[in-house]
């Protein structure tokens, strides 16, 4: 839960969550340590009762975690939050704690591919029925809208489209039937889109992306509005040993303190790509929130606090041209994943989405020609240069 204290952005992502220890360390201490020990019986007894707080062994919980854990509430102004060994395990307990045999999904038709894959695989196999829509209608989600549908889960920005959807209209929707709104906010970070506070009931983020931001740790974390939830999805991750380590937890946690410097830098860079794509004659579209030629830059303003560092575009020339561009950058690296302080490019219908069927993917909006960048915080000059050397081998 936020402290009163932190009332500032930058302020809690430098010291929400840090443990005091005995040593008086000023940076929360890496608990390499497996289990923990009961100052007696009766302590040992309380804690499995959860009559008491503390430690019983790291699969259940860990300070250090903890500590991430309460930053990252405090981010997204969150009851808490439950960290996860990765984006992936953060998606399957959420899946798993909502729905079961019979049960229906309504979810964003772009959404992460993996995201859509288990609950076309396993989750299928399990008798979980699948809609994937355009949640960027929201009249559209709710013409889906069954009795048995038990969540909603929408991406906004939606990864690799870019297409935006509004989270407080959904969660208008989705509330008179009793169904709860998980977004995944790994494209905007909580410096810039807080779904909590627009209506949905618990936020998902791969931290391997922005909030880490240094390509050198998985993780994932889900963040409830309240206690409604906290319980059940914390036990699921246990049950399903989808624990994060400590030592994991340190890093993504060491990089949070620099989140919105990091995600901010990004997003000026980012701007300033946008409108050199936009511009030039071998790029035939450019999808990023921040230009006034995206179709939903009116619900970019009103919904989030910037347009962020993601984008996609077309190289004019198909799937050939888009390949030599690819070949050829040689400052952004050819690499799946994002939000690193490094720009990064990729091909969604070979690589991330690979697993989606073609009609699945050119129904979501995942054409042939689509690129999706990541723009990292180097010099926009460099970026850009890079950009250009690379598409005159087009």
């Known amino acids: 839960m936020?402290?009163?204290?932190?009332?500032?952005?930058?302020?809690?992502?430098?010291?929400?969550?840090?443990?005091?220890?005995?040593?008086?360390?000023?940076?929360?201490?890496?608990?390499?340590?497996?289990?923990?020990?009961?100052?007696?019986?009766?302590?040992?007894?309380?804690?499995?009762?959860?009559?008491?707080?503390?430690?019983?062994?790291?699969?259940i919980g860990n300070p250090t975690v903890t500590s991430l854990e309460k930053k990252l509430a405090a981010l997204e102004n969150g009851y808490d939050a439950i960290g996860f060994a990765s984006g992936m395990g953060a998606v399957s307990a959420l899946f798993a704690y909502f729905l079961g045999q019979g049960d229906h999904i309504i979810s964003t038709d772009a959404v992460y591919g993996p995201s859509r894959g288990?609950?076309?695989?396993?989750?299928?196999?399990?008798?979980?029925?699948?809609?994937?829509?355009?949640?960027?209608?929201?009249?559209?989600?709710?013409?889906?809208?069954?009795p048995n549908t038990k969540l909603i889960?929408?991406?906004?920005?939606?990864?690799?489209?870019?297409?935006?959807?509004?989270?407080?209209?959904?969660?208008?929707?989705?509330?008179?039937?009793?169904?709860?709104?998980?977004?995944?906010?790994?494209?905007?970070?909580?410096?810039?889109?807080?779904?909590?506070?627009?209506?949905?009931?618990?936020?998902?983020?791969?931290?391997?992306k922005f909030v880490n931001g240094h390509a050198d740790a998985v993780g994932g974390a889900l963040i409830t509005k309240d206690d409604t939830h906290y319980k059940g999805l914390r036990k699921t991750m246990a049950y399903f040993g989808a624990n994060m380590d400590p030592h994991q937890a340190y890093?993504?946690?060491?990089?949070?303190?620099?989140?919105?410097?990091?995600?901010?830098?990004?997003?000026?860079?980012?701007?300033?790509?946008?409108?050199?794509?936009?511009?030039?004659?071998?790029?035939g579209w450019v999808k990023y929130p921040g230009l006034k030629s995206h179709p939903q830059y009116d619900l970019a303003q009103k919904q989030m606090r910037g347009p962020g560092a993601m984008m996609s575009f077309g190289v004019k020339g198909g799937l050939e041209a888009g390949k030599r561009l690819m070949n050829n950058v040689k400052l952004a690296k050819l690499a799946v994943s994002l939000g690193g302080v490094e720009t990064l490019i990729q091909h969604p219908a070979s690589m991330t989405h690979a697993g989606m069927s073609e009609e699945a993917r050119l129904a979501a909006g995942i054409t042939p020609d689509l690129v999706r960048f990541s723009v990292g915080i180097e010099d926009v000059e460099d970026i850009i240069a890079d950009l250009e050397q690379a598409l005159e081998k087009i």
């Open 118 to 146: 288990i609950l076309e695989t396993y989750f299928k196999k399990f008798g979980v029925q699948a809609d994937f829509i355009d949640t960027s209608d929201p009249f559209k989600v709710e013409e889906y809208i069954r």
């Open 2 to 59: 936020k402290d009163d204290l932190f009332r500032g952005r930058r302020t809690a992502e430098v010291h929400a969550g840090d443990i005091k220890d005995q040593f008086g360390s000023v940076v929360t201490p890496i608990y390499q340590t497996s289990t923990f020990e009961f100052r007696d019986a009766d302590h040992g007894a309380r804690l499995f009762a959860g009559e008491e707080d503390g430690f019983i062994y790291t699969r």
């Open 153 to 208: 889960y929408i991406e906004t920005p939606t990864n690799p489209t870019i297409k935006l959807t509004d989270i407080e209209q959904v969660a208008s929707i989705a509330h008179p039937y009793g169904i709860p709104v998980a977004v995944d906010n790994t494209f905007s970070s909580p410096v810039l889109q807080n779904p909590l506070d627009l209506g949905a009931d618990i936020v998902l983020h791969s931290l391997t």
């Open 251 to 283: 890093l993504v946690y060491r990089g949070a303190k620099t989140l919105s410097l990091r995600v901010l830098k990004a997003q000026e860079n980012a701007g300033i790509v946008a409108e050199f794509l936009e511009q030039h004659p071998k790029i």
